[in-house]
Each structure stands twice: as structure tokens, then as C-alpha cells.
């Protein structure tokens, strides 16, 4: 990976061309000791605070970009109605290069017909706070859920909502990975949303019973 020239965020990297030549699959992180590796890489940095974060954004010399963050509380999860078709402009990409296949033309990815939001609470908030959910995960989801309940959206839906909200709010611990897009990193009050979520187990206290 190599700086993104045309970006002025410090974390923004593309992959070097001719790079898909030398990618190999080294080893797997996986979830032994309640994730222990995982949580080695993933909560080097947490903020628990957003509005420190944003701070962090707007400062011109710093200009944070991604972070993982923990909230305190998750107050609710919503899904809402998107369009069911791309704009003219992300249609226009599929007759661009990509990077890996050189294939001319690709075939679009379907369009998610739904906008998944937390809203939530970080250190020091007086007010719920809303982040859409930019995550091929629950993309993935949605779609898997679709075809296993034969199309019906109320239903894959409803098992997207009991996935993230009460399968990862009540059992597990949940992080957020945030992130800007370049185009509101300034100009947004907040230009975060969350990019992925990381839900380890939460750790159990075994209770030794007291003996007399």
C-alpha cells in the first residue's frame, strides 16, 4: 500500500499497482482467547468520546480519518428506506479499469434498498447520536437473509436488526469502526460514519462459589 497522493487524510492509502501479483495469505488472527490477537490490533487506540474525535478531524494538521470507538450506550438501531438504483455517476464506474482483473467493463453489484443507522452515546454526550452503517457485512446480511426467506425484505430485515442490535448489544462488545469520506471530511459538522463493527464476546467473571 502506498499514500494516496490526492488525499489530504493521513490514513488514506491505495494499492500499489501490481500489487495483486504478490498478495498470499500468510496466516489467519483468530478468535483464541476471547479474541485476544484481534483485540491486540483492533484496541491499540479507542476513543470513547466523539466529540474529542471530531476535534481530531477539523484539526488542519492532524485531520483524523479512522478510528475505532467504543460507545456507551447503544440506544437504537434503524433501518431505513434508500433507492433501489445507483446514481447515473456509479453506473458510469463500471466501464472503468479495475485494478485487479483489468477487465473493461464489470458488472454492478446490486444496490442495498436499505440505510441500517446506530444511534447511540459516547463520553460526555447530552444528545443520541446517529452513524450510518457503511459495511459490506450487513450488506451481506441482508442479502443472505433475502434469498433464505424468499425475498421478504420485512423479514430479512428483521433478522439484520436482531443480529446488530440484540445479538451484538446484549452479548457482545461492541466497537465501531469510524471513518470520514473525503468529500465531508470539512465540510460536515460530523463526517464520521461507521465503516464496521467489531463485536468480541464480552468477557465473562467466573464466580468461584465461597466453601465454609
Given at each position: 500500500?502506498?499514500?494516496?497522493g490526492?488525499?489530504?487524510r493521513?490514513?488514506?492509502?491505495r ?7 504478490d498478495i498470499r495469505?500468510i496466516?489467519m488472527?483468530?478468535t483464541?482467547n476471547?479474541?485476544a ?7 491499540s ?7 474529542e474525535?471530531?476535534?481530531?478531524a477539523k484539526?488542519?494538521?492532524k485531520n483524523?480519518?479512522?478510528?475505532t470507538?467504543?460507545p456507551?450506550e447503544?440506544?437504537d438501531?434503524?433501518?431505513e428506506k434508500s433507492s433501489?438504483?445507483w446514481k447515473?455517476?456509479w ?9 485487479f482483473?483489468?477487465i473493461?467493463?464489470r458488472e454492478l453489484?446490486?444496490?442495498l434498498p ?5 444511534h447511540?452515546l459516547?463520553k ?7 452513524a450510518?452503517i457503511e459495511?459490506w ?10 434469498k433464505?426467506?424468499?425475498?421478504d ?7 439484520v436488526?436482531e ?7 446484549s452479548r457482545k462488545?461492541?466497537?465501531?469502526f469510524?471513518?470520514t469520506t473525503?468529500a465531508?471530511?470539512i465540510r460536515?459538522?460530523?463526517?464520521f460514519?461507521i465503516?464496521?463493527v467489531f ?5 465473562v ?8
Open positions: 500500500m502506498i499514500r494516496n490526492n488525499d489530504f493521513p490514513e488514506s492509502y494499492p500499489k499497482k501490481g500489487i495483486d501479483e495469505i496466516k488472527i483468530g483464541d476471547n479474541w490477537l484481534r483485540k491486540k490490533y483492533v484496541l487506540e479507542v476513543f470513547d468520546s466523539m466529540t474525535l471530531i476535534e481530531l484539526d488542519r494538521k483524523k480519518s479512522l478510528a470507538v467504543k456507551t447503544i440506544v438501531f434503524k433501518i433501489r438504483e447515473p455517476k453506473r458510469e464506474l463500471r466501464k472503468q479499469k479495475t485494478l482483473d483489468g473493461e467493463e453489484v446490486p444496490k436499505f440505510n441500517y443507522y446506530y447511540y459516547t460526555g454526550d447530552s444528545r443520541t447520536r446517529k450510518k459495511d457485512e450487513i450488506g451481506a446480511l441482508f442479502w443472505n437473509c433475502l433464505r426467506y424468499s425475498g425484505e420485512d423479514k430479512a430485515n428483521q433478522k436488526r443480529k446488530y442490535l440484540d445479538e451484538f448489544v462488545d461492541l466497537y465501531f469510524m471513518g473525503k465531508n471530511h460536515a459538522k460530523n463526517p460514519i465503516i464496521g463485536y468480541p464476546p464480552k468477557d467473571q467466573v464466580k468461584i462459589p465461597f466453601v465454609e
